[in-house]
């Protein structure tokens, strides 16, 4: 069982950063790959990156390249996203996941245990 919990969201202006955590309890977190989803209003959940479970391996949307970073710290049993250059586009709620997998799934199903989100506005 993996219980997840999102923080560091907030108000940030155009081409500002943010760095939002995942924090994850249970004893199985280092087996876990991780990713983080985000949903705007009046629109799907979309795949943002992710993570396996070495931290060797990293996958990003393409609207992501460039701009954001996921990174784990398997000891504190945190997944983090580094997000810069941020666009009003990217105002949403943000969510990680977790898969007991070893590769780095993008789609919504392959993933087992959800965080309730934290809230990113981009103001222009």
């Known amino acids: 069982q993996v219980q997840l919990v999102e923080s560091g969201g907030g108000l940030v202006q155009a081409g500002g950063s943010l760095r939002l955590s995942c924090a994850a309890s249970?004893?199985?977190?280092?087996?876990?790959?991780m990713g983080w989803f985000r949903q705007a209003p009046g629109k799907e959940r979309e795949f943002v990156a992710g993570?396996?479970?070495?931290?060797?391996?990293?996958y990003y949307a393409d609207s992501m390249k460039g701009r954001f970073t996921i990174s784990r710290d398997n000891a504190k049993n945190t997944v983090y996203l580094q997000m810069s250059s941020l666009k009003p586009e990217d105002t949403a709620v943000y969510y990680c996941?977790?898969?007991?997998?070893?590769?780095?799934?993008?789609?919504?199903?392959?993933?087992?245990?959800w965080g309730q989100g934290t809230q990113v506005t981009v103001s222009s």
């Open positions: 993570i396996s479970w070495s931290g060797g391996s990293t």
């Open positions: 996941a977790a898969d007991p997998g070893n590769g780095v799934p993008i789609v919504e199903a392959a993933y087992d245990y």
């Open positions: 249970g004893r199985t977190f280092s087996n876990y790959a």
